[in-house]
């Protein structure tokens, strides 16, 4: 298929089409531009590769709204909604990829990849892991090539937490088309509740989705994580939704300690054991963060501040008795309450 069909097909695909008015159109226009016909064979075969790089999609007619004069049609085909296609500049070099990018692109796809379903369970794919599957193929790239890359560099997601591929391809194409959504939410421990919310972003946190949010009823910016999600519609975008949202989700990130809680920030110290620290060292925890004490005992003192505690409580439990707490004083009861009830439960 020559690019300038391509263009051509898509474009007409802005409205849904069966391939028999598609087939005319797309001649007519051909015709007009002077450039050679095409033959209904070759369409078909043209529609097969464009749906199968995820371009376009096919569609009944139950799922239209159509005009009349296409009421005698069943099939339709039509660019998947929401999912602009974004031009290279004319002087691209996309005749080629190095080693590194493909090895890039490949720890990409498996990072981004859902958790993998019990057997027996239909396994789903994460909507953005299938993009870049398809990128690959669009650019030609050998199956050998790719297979190679994998034997080099694995990206794996142990115990990554189920969610529903659909929920996240719902919540990017509100993202793009700027709608709002209705979700049904489970928090932990707590049963799930309706909320509408206008979404504003999507984080990767540790290899987990979270969706920030303005949601309706507080008025209040709020994350959702996406494996709680038990339901999510597309609804019309909500209004009343205040702007700069983007600069409170920037805000909230700038602060939060492996999650994306955004609560007030607090200054934390704790000091760790030689075992612990090379764990620790040369790495950024938080704002304000101060070069460390050097104990006499061996120890490290860390000083940071961070909006997100409560990532940081289950953080330094972690670790056991490598670490003391010593700020701010509720971390300090908090940790010692769970090591208490934790050394009650192995008696003797």
Known sequence: MSASRQKHILALLEEALPIEVLLKRLKHRLDHEGERQVEKRSLQMDIRRLTRLRLIERVTRRELEVPAVLDGYRSFYRRIPGQDLIPLGDDHQLHWLTEDEVLALEVARGLLAAPRRKPGETQVEDPLAEAIEALLNRLGVDKRVRNQARLLVTAQTFSKERYRPTHLADILR??????????????????????????????????????????????????????????????????????????????????????????????????????????????????NQQPPDVLADGWHRLVFSTGGIDGVRWWLLGFGAEVVAEQPAELVAWIRDQITRSAGAYPG
């Open 174 to 287: 509100a993202l793009r088309l700027k709608n709002g959504l209705q979700i049904d939410y489970e928090p932990l421990g707590r049963p799930a509740h309706p909320a509408l919310v206008q979404p504003v972003r999507l984080v990767l946190v540790d290899n987990e989705w979270y969706l920030f949010a303005w949601e309706r009823v507080t008025r209040m910016l709020k994350t959702y994580k996406l494996s709680r999600v038990r339901s999510a519609v597309v609804v019309a975008q909500l209004r009343d939704a205040p702007a700069m949202l983007d600069a409170q989700v920037e805000q909230a990130l700038l602060d939060h300690f492996r999650s994306t809680s955004n609560q007030q920030r607090t200054r934390v110290v704790a000091r760790f054991s030689p075992q612990a620290w090379p764990h620790i060292r040369d790495r950024l925890w938080g704002a």
